[in-house]
């Protein structure tokens, strides 16, 4: 049976499946409603325009909405001039989404931060702040609030301060607590995700949300680090990070996009979905499918639909990796296997790395693989080049997919017509961005990171598509492999990131390259956990040049000043060649024991370097 207001309280409800509503501003603009002030003050002087994108939503699915009231303090008001209106429109916001729910959905009283900084506000601004989020309470109650979401605060202190106001004002309404995470996963003091949810459950939220931010891959990475709080969690992203349009501030996540990261949030055991800046009813009408189908159809699309029936989507058991691929099979054996990366050259001819490629294989090499516009340089579509590899040598490579440029629908189809043409084997990364390379002002697409292209990729492994629906034909055998960087500044971050990256289904990591045995030994103990095998990152540097190239131009590579000293002392030319060749054979010989592989990345398509480096390394 649905949740409503009317039969359940809001605590109760909190607990089940809930589908909120999305953001009031986007859809202001979108409907020719130009705000010279805030959008609060149309809760009085355009009442009209409220109350229909609040029915909207409710007709979309959503089961909570959210009044028009977020920056309704005296601080963001008195900036227009306005700071004694906070009772009046925090009231009329909340009698507004009233008679916009009915007596089936329920009404959250939004709460936004003062835009004061604890740290730096004196205590008269304090006690003043405590005055306003007060006053934003009453009023809400007043107007018929039946829940307040004290949300997008950055500073805890604002926030504990907020949850005394609400408490001591309203103490029976239900109080959500959201904050809004930097994508280096914290909050403004610097907190991390664990330590915020604990807080504000020990100081008396009775549901914690995560919201705003740089969209749901991050809100997600959030999520799952709040839930061992023990409360209901609320998730609510922005639809991505907005882009300049033809004029107009766009959000660039799309409704169907939003319906995998429903799923996904759910999945992760997050009771309460939902919007927050650039979503749209239409994205609430794909989260409330997602809930529908995943949470006992407690999400109705319509109020007034018809009962519909909801199919279970049979999840296929994977294919074994060993059944994969010839390569998979050399990586279930753990047997010592060797990669090098083959690129075409920019331009219309590929008959050179063609030519490296089937070297490579003739002489020993595994398998090669071929990365996905490396540095964010246009070339030739590496599928295409994979196409020629198998058409005409029967080679099978590892085909590198990376989330820059492609939207959610494009990669599917890349996916499915890797497998069409015999592709088994991907390696996923996030992508180098656009600005690195040769044309800057391109678009970076983004839709999905390494993260949810893997678990795009392991869903199809298991007979589903994005939208969790049966994939016609069957399913995908890919083995999945992904990225890693040693040298990560933030390791702790890079490594909590492989984790999520394993239980999105990866299987292999092939790291950056790597110049020192101690950076890679303190790796291995740190992943020793994970139980993947590694194919440890190996570039034999050509001169200096390359090596301080490599170091301050290229994303990820990180290069020891001692490394290149020994490179600056070497003569140019063939010295300089053999004493890269030297240096790489010395990191991957020392290490062989340690890996399960190796991964040669010869720069500038010297595809005999990494037979040099390879040389005798086999037993």
Sequence with gaps: MSLTRRDTPFREAMKSLLVFDGAMGSLLYERGVFVTQNFEQLNVTRPDVVRKIHEDYVAAGAQVIETNTFGANCFCLDRHGLGDQVHAYNAAGARLARQAAGDDVWVAGSVGPSGLVPGVATKAELDLVFATFAEQAAALLEGGADLLILETFRHLEELRIALEAARQTAPDLPIIASMAFDPTETVADGSAPELVATTLRDWGADALGVNCGDGPQLALAIAERMRGAGLPLCVQPNAGLPRTVDG?????????????????????????????????????????????????????????????????????????????????????????????????????????????????????????????APRAMARMSNIAFCSLLLERYGIHPILHVCGRDRNLLAQMAHLLGAHAIGIRNLVIITGDPPKVGDYPEATAVYDLDAIG???????????????????????????????????AADLDKEIRRLERKKAAGAALVMTQPIFQTDVLEEVLRRIAHLELPVLVGVLPLVSYKNAEFLHNEVPGMQIPLEIRERMRKTPGGEAARKEGVRIARDMLFAVRDRVQGAYLMPPLGRYELALEVLDGLKR
């Design 453 to 487: 292209l893997l678990q795009m990729a392991s869903n199809m492994n298991h007979g589903m598509d994005p939208a969790g629906k049966p994939l016609p034909g069957g399913q995908t055998s890919f083995l999945l492999a992904t990225g890693l960087e040693p040298g």
């Design 248 to 372: 107009r501030l766009l959000y660039m996540a799309t409704p169907e996009y939003f319906d995998v990261f429903a799923r996904r949030t759910i999945q992760l055991g997050a009771t309460m979905v939902g919007g927050c800046c650039g979503t749209t009813p239409e994205h609430v009408r794909w989260m409330a499918k997602s809930g529908r189908m995943l949470g006992d159809r407690r999400a109705e699309v319509s109020r007034t639909s018809a009962p519909r029936i909801v199919e279970t989507t049979v999840v296929l058991e994977p294919i074994p990796i060993a059944e994969r691929s010839a390569f998979a099979a050399k990586i279930a054996a753990g047997k010592f296997v060797v990669s090098v990366e083959v690129n075409p050259a920019p331009g219309l001819d590929p008959s050179r790395a063609l030519a490296g490629a089937k070297m490579l294989i003739d002489s020993g090499v595994d398998i090669v693989n071929v990365a996905d």
